[in-house]
């Protein structure tokens, strides 16, 4: 983000307590339109935690700001209609449904093609229906998951496509910020490669991006600045050459290696 772009996405002073625990501390970022923030840290550290804390999916403090407007006080779904959107460490999928049907759905609220509209215009409706299908089909290459996939179930198709559909499912139609926990987990070789090929035009493409990653050289290759966690607090940001060569960071990893 230079310093003349307003941040898509800013998060201040974010806490988050599980009980005695304190799970986030303080955490104070922000991430502009075309430009990667990495988050990194020990197992634990709170970074899915702070996923939880930026979308309102659990009680925190501190303040979220999405486009410069404060939406501290938005709820989880409503957030996501204004182009915030997550995927999660797990690969979430409707298990039922083809990997297009799966795409459809997280597409639906924009397709307008609700029971009182086909009733009406079953043409339109139909018409629509048709678009809402090439659109799920054109998000689907775009996330690299070719037709040959599209009608099968997301758990038959391979384990690095999988991966790229939970991006994709969690992009949906529309996404201004999108936050990706872990997507290179458990990714070989070539998988890794469309991943960092994908995040870069992502970036091109305008769109902020927060990638939490365990691969450092994943982390490195695609990532602006770099927020390190360790143990809820923020021990350091900066250019990942920065973060390379801090102390801190080297005696948090190597602290806990053992
Ligand atoms: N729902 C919960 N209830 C209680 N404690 C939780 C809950 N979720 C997370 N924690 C705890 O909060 C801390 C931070 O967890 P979090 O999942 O945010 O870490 P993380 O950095 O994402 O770790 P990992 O790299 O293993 O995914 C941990 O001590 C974890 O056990
Ligand atoms: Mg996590």
């Given amino acids: 983000m230079t310093a003349a ?30 430009e990667l923030l990495g988050i990194i840290g020990p197992n634990g550290a709170g970074k899915s935690s702070c996923y939880d804390a930026v979308t309102a999916m659990v009680t925190r403090r501190g303040r979220v700001l999405l486009d410069g407007e404060d939406v501290t006080d938005v709820p989880a779904h409503r957030l996501a209609e204004r182009g915030l959107k997550r995927a999660f460490q797990q690969n979430a999928f ?21 029971l009182l509209a086909s009733t009406l215009a079953p043409f339109a409706a139909a018409r629509r229906r048709k678009a809402s ?9 775009r996330f690299g998951v070719g037709a040959e996939y599209h009608h099968r179930l997301p758990t038959a198709i391979p384990y690095g496509t999988q991966r790229m559909l939970s991006v994709a499912l969690a992009h949906g139609a529309r996404a201004r910020a999108l936050l990706l926990d872990e997507p ?23 769109l902020a991006l927060v990638v939490i990653e365990h691969h450092m050289d994943l982390i490195m290759a695609v990532a602006d600045r770099i927020v390190v966690l360790d143990q809820g607090r923020c021990i350091a940001i900066g250019s990942p050459r920065e973060i390379q060569q801090n102390q801190a960071v080297l005696e948090a990893y190597l602290g806990r290696t053992a």
């Fill in 94 to 114: 409707f298990h039922e449904l083809t990997v297009l049907d799966n795409m459809l759905a997280v597409m639906h609220d924009t397709a307008g093609t609700g």
């Fill in 184 to 206: 290179g987990a458990g990714l070989g070789g070539a998988d890794m490669d469309r991943l960092v090929q994908m995040l870069h035009a992502l970036k091109r493409e305008g």
């Fill in 133 to 141: 299908e090439a659109g799920a089909v054109a998000t689907l290459e």
């Fill in 5 to 34: 772009s307003k941040p898509v996405l800013q998060v201040e002073g974010l806490g988050v307590s599980y009980g005695a625990l304190t799970a986030l501390d303080d955490v104070s970022w922000a991430v502009g339109a075309g």
